[in-house]
Nanobody, 124 residues
Framework: VQLQAFGGGLVQAGGSLRLSCAASGRTFSIYAMGWFRQAPGKEREFVAGVSWSGGSTNYADSVKGRFTISRDNGKKMVDLQMSSLKPEDTAVYYC??????????????????WGQGTEVTVSS
């Protein structure tokens, strides 16, 4: 599986952005997917994840109610809709493929393929 994330950019606090992750490979639809982020000087952290069917999602407490993850297995895409953005959301965002189908893990070690990252900057 190869992953390519895009959609990042500069946005003012309170604004919205939609990140997308395009996947290649036949097995995309049978694995859970996730979004992580890494701010300068900080460790990579889990943001949101979705099961293979889209029926189960998981969010970091810091983004609950503001971010929504979704997937389209036919198009091999995973999106992250981000609203009410805050300066602390500034980071490089990565999409990743989970090793499992239904278990939406929050641990980076449970993800085995990663996209190249797309940068999100939220100005105050």
């Amino acid at each position: 599986v190869q992953l390519q994330a895009f959609g990042g950019g500069l946005v003012q606090a309170g604004g919205s952005l939609r990140l997308s992750c395009a996947a290649s490979g036949r097995t995309f639809s049978i694995y859970a997917m996730g979004w992580f982020r890494q701010a300068p000087g900080k460790e990579r952290e889990f943001v949101a994840g979705v099961s293979w069917s889209g029926g189960s999602t998981n969010y970091a407490d810091s983004v609950k109610g503001r971010f929504t993850i979704s997937r389209d297995n036919g198009k091999k895409m995973v999106d992250l809709q981000m609203s009410s953005l805050k300066p602390e959301d500034t980071a490089v965002y990565y999409c990743a493929k989970n090793k499992y189908s239904d278990y939406v893990s929050t641990r980076p070690r449970d993800y085995d393929f990663w996209g190249q990252g797309t940068e999100v900057t939220v100005s105050s």
